[in-house]
């Protein structure tokens, strides 16, 4: 990986955190995504105080289209190239939210902030193939059916069907959009690192957030759950590799229906519309 640019989105914590390390570890330059510059520029000094290697970074508020517009063009004019994508950040809220935009906010930034910035970044990621980008969903998907005419759950909203139908609609945008990329020499996948010792739902407050560390003290750490991500993003064996789904390394068949891409398609359209990227 040495000179290979990687962002890795949502990394200031968790299993972002433990991607970008292990990617700046194998010797790329990394971009750090966040929020907040402060934990930005704490994630920053981590990662070169463990591998010698200071990563850049990109500030960025995921659930708003003006600012990932923004900072997708920031990145764009510092001119380099883009090897990997790995679309990490995710939340879950657990009284129904809006963004900015007035989508949900679980499907605002688990699902159309990857669909926006992996097509904003779209072409730089083509000139720069050999790429990658890798969708961290997760096994939740299986939970649900893809409710194409409510993707904000208006009707019926529970934070584990906000989170799982977030990941699902993940997952169909990886077939689509690799089926779009075939043949340019960028590969997309879709990976579960199974669970992960983080700080994901703290923003919700009251007696969620408090039971949340002694229940996520009991999941393998970030380094290891890491591994699938860093393996997808990396491995010489699965170059040319797209559109498949993986878990704990391995190649599983994911819970989408794959004799129906019009559904794919449709979401494809219906994203486009909301975040005003992906129309052609």
Not at 242 to 257: A, C, I, L, N, Q
Request: aromatic content about 6%; charged content about 25%; overall charge neutral.
């Amino acid at each position: 990986m040495d000179g290979k640019v990687c962002l890795v989105t949502g990394a200031t914590s968790g299993h972002g955190q433990a991607v970008a390390k292990a990617l700046a570890r194998l010797g790329a330059n990394v971009i750090v995504h966040g929020r907040s510059e402060e934990r930005c520029r704490e994630t920053q000094h981590l990662i070169a105080e463990e591998t010698g290697r200071e990563p850049a970074v990109l500030l960025c508020d995921l659930s708003s289209r003006d600012d990932i517009d923004r900072a997708a063009s920031e990145l764009l004019d510092r001119g380099q190239p883009l090897h990997v994508l790995v679309n990490n950040a995710g939340g879950v809220w657990q009284r129904r939210t809006e963004s900015v935009d007035r989508s949900e906010m679980t499907f605002a930034v688990n699902y159309l902030a990857a669909f926006q910035l992996t097509l904003r970044l779209r072409e730089r990621i083509e000139a720069s193939a050999p790429a990658r980008i890798v969708n961290v969903s997760s096994d939740m998907h299986r939970m649900v059916s893809l409710d194409i005419d409510d993707l904000d759950l208006e009707r019926r909203y529970s934070w584990h069907r906000a989170y799982s139908h977030s990941k699902l609609a993940l997952l169909y945008f990886t077939l689509e959009l690799a089926r779009r990329l075939w043949g340019t020499g960028v590969t997309v996948n879709a990976v579960d690192p199974g669970p992960v010792r983080s700080g994901i739902g703290r923003n919700n407050g009251g007696i969620a957030s408090r039971m949340l560390p002694a229940v996520m003290s009991l999941f393998p750490p970030a380094d290891r759950a890491c591994e699938t991500a860093v393996h997808v993003a990396t491995s010489p064996s699965l170059e040319g590799v797209s559109g498949r789904y993986f878990r704990f390394m391995t190649d599983k068949e994911p819970g989408v229906r794959r004799s129906e891409p019009e559904l794919g398609r449709r979401l494809w359209e219906l994203s486009a519309e909301r975040t005003g990227v992906g129309v052609s």
